[in-house]
């Protein structure tokens, strides 16, 4: 099926697709949120109350944020040099794959899965950077 929509298309896409999953923690903070009683007046001052679960959610949003601005810079990189091919299409893919479960392992606590999807992710947008890179003439040894 990825191969009906062109690089370029999915690169965009999963820009999109990545932008989405920053917010995707934050469904567990919100329901925590109405479980301890939403504080309107000070709704920071809330974090301290919210269920350990919550607390890592609120961290994993705060990553993603942290990971969603190399991997945007990468896949533009990669679609300005109109560099797409099926290698990036599928470090694109294995991004937003290792972000959900980032974000899933982390709720979770399990902190040895995060630490490798935060790896595997990392290393996805990097694969992006080369591929950018060589498409703009600039990584020929990478």
């Known amino acids: 099926m990825l191969r009906e929509w062109s690089d370029s ?4 896409l999963a820009i999109a697709v990545a932008a989405v999953l920053i917010y995707l923690p934050y469904l ?32 994993a949003h705060q990553n993603s ?15 300005v040099t109109e ?3 099926s290698t990036t299409t599928w470090a694109a893919v294995v991004f937003l794959v290792a972000r959900f479960l980032y ?7 399990l902190p040895l899965l995060r630490s490798a999807s935060f790896v595997v992710g990392s290393l996805a ?3 992006l950077f080369a591929l950018g890179l060589q498409g703009a003439g600039l990584g020929h040894g990478l």
């Open 28 to 59: 567990w903070v919100g329901y925590a949120r109405v479980q301890v009683g939403y504080d309107l007046a000070a709704p920071r001052a809330m974090f301290d109350r919210l269920p350990a679960y919550a607390q890592r959610a609120t961290w």
């Open 125 to 127: 947008t990097l694969v």
């Open 103 to 109: 974000s899933v392992c982390y709720i979770g606590n």
């Open 65 to 79: 944020f942290e990971t969603f601005l190399p991997f945007t810079a990468a896949a533009l990189m990669v679609y």
């Open 9 to 12: 298309l999915i690169l965009l």
């Open 83 to 85: 560099a797409g091919s």
